[in-house]
């Protein structure tokens, strides 16, 4: 299996350029479904997950033709199949995703349910709840979920918690839906923005995409378009995590700032000193760092996907902090890592105290999911030793180029096969 060998050494800096969000390209992928003529994407990153979804419309029918450079042009004709089954649905939670813009335009879908993960159970029932107030009829045998409908309409959906992925799901499915859709309680992250303006450059009527209350009137049909995904967030927050603790100056490119306000007001928070402009910002060489308390909340809350990391820089520096995570029950499997390599930090629940240590001591660890890894990443950089880090397919299905990237700012990070 693959591993990361992370070496300590002196880390200069420098600069990096973030590459387009994972998490903003899987909706819009999937989104592409609905448009009866073909879409072309760009700034798509070069991941596994990516690559999931492709296998998963190449399957449903799409006709999909990627360069290097990151660009993909899918075109959905007409579906050969429309049942995404096990072996596809399960590698990755965002499959759930085509159901919408399948039942939406072809008025059947049919998935296998994608399972859990390690950071919790993940259930799609504000998924389903949504669908079947558009006028779906779902029915769930054999582990698959089957939904159809004449044609979905519009309908007044409120969700219990304002699940990105349901958000997502439902204003894909209410874009062609029959008559005015409202979703209250939506979740605001700047991924649900960038699908809404997809959607409307490729004809939607979508108003308000990325607020709490999201207005669509649904359209007959939507055309293809040309897009340009947004910066990757959380691969920003990644790096500037990586500058506080390796105490580097870092010039991060390619971002927007106002995607990154909850990390940059924690971060000034703790006493690291960050110049905003229009699409980079400067993590100026920290020195001292304060303790802090971090609780994550739905966007424009500190993001759940940046616990883990902020957990590792708390974990070296001195006091006594304590992070709250709120959005998934299982999201804590960095702690007992980062524990062996000498961090000190106690778990009650969804609590997490930890008592600031002066270092931190390479050791085997293993990635337990995407964030988790790149938290154990973060601190091998600053580890005395060496760090290796098995099971890095987690990481390395989120974070493009990562190696050469901490390479490129100093670090001696390399990849074994043993
Ligand atoms: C998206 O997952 C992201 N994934 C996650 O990023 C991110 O952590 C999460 O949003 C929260 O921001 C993608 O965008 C591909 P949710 P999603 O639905 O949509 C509960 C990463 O590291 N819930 O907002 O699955 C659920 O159990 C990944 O890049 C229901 O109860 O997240 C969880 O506790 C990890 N019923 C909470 O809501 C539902 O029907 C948040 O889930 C749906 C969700």
């Known amino acids: 299996m693959a591993k990361y060998i992370i070496n300590q050494t002196s880390i200069t800096g420098g600069e990096i350029s973030i590459s387009g969000s994972k998490n903003s390209a899987l909706p819009i992928i999937a989104g592409s479904i609905l448009c009866t ?4 994407i760009s700034n798509i990153p070069n991941l596994s997950d990516i690559f999931n979804m492709y296998e998963i419309l190449n399957y449903l029918g799409c006709e999909i033709n990627t360069k290097s ?4 042009i899918i075109y959905m004709n007409s579906p050969k199949n429309m049942l995404v089954p096990y072996e596809l649905a399960h590698k990755f939670r965002a499959s759930f995703l085509v159901m919408g813009a399948l039942l939406s335009r072809f008025k059947k879908a049919e998935i296998a349910l994608p399972g859990g993960c390690p950071i919790g159970n993940r259930p799609i029932d504000l998924h389903l709840k949504g669908f079947s107030a558009m006028g779906a009829e779902i029915t769930q045998e054999h582990g698959i979920i089957e939904a159809k409908c004449d044609r979905l309409k519009g309908a007044k959906i409120y969700l219990d918690f304002p699940s990105v992925g349901a958000t997502e799901n439902l204003i894909i499915a209410a874009s062609c839906a029959e008559g005015k859709t409202i979703i209250e309680n939506a979740a605001a992250e700047p991924e649900i923005s960038d699908l809404a303006n997809f959607l409307n450059a490729c004809g939607a009527d979508i108003k308000n995409g990325g607020t709490s209350t999201v ?8 055309k293809g378009c040309e897009h340009n995904i947004i910066p990757d967030r959380i691969e920003a927050g990644t790096f500037m995590t990586a500058a506080a603790m390796c105490k580097i100056p870092l010039t991060i490119k390619n971002v927007i700032p106002k995607h990154l306000k909850p990390i940059t007001a924690k971060f000034r928070e703790m006493g690291i000193e960050i110049e905003e402009h229009k699409n980079y910002i400067k993590i100026l060489r920290p020195g001292n760092i304060s303790a802090a308390d971090v ?4 966007f ?3 993001p759940t996907d940046m616990q883990a990391q902020i957990t590792s820089l708390l974990s070296i520096t001195h006091g006594t902090s304590m992070v709250v995570e709120t959005i998934f029950e299982n999201r804590f499997l960095h702690i007992p890592e980062l524990n062996r390599m000498g961090a000190n930090i106690k778990i009650d629940g969804r609590c997490a105290i930890i008592e600031g240590t002066n270092r931190l001591t390479g050791t085997k660890v293993t990635a337990t999911d995407l964030r988790a890894g790149a938290a154990l990443t973060l601190a091998g950089l600053i580890a005395d030793g060496t760090t290796e880090i098995s099971d890095i397919e987690h990481i390395e299905r989120g974070y493009e180029n990562f190696v050469d990237k901490l390479n490129q700012i100093g670090a001696d990070v390399s990849i074994t096969n043993d």
């Open 69 to 72: 450079d990151g660009t993909a």
């Open 37 to 40: 003529s073909p879409v072309k």
């Open 295 to 298: 609780k994550t909340l739905p």
């Open 215 to 222: 207005t669509i009137n649904g359209t007959k049909e939507l």
């Open 300 to 302: 424009p809350g500190f």
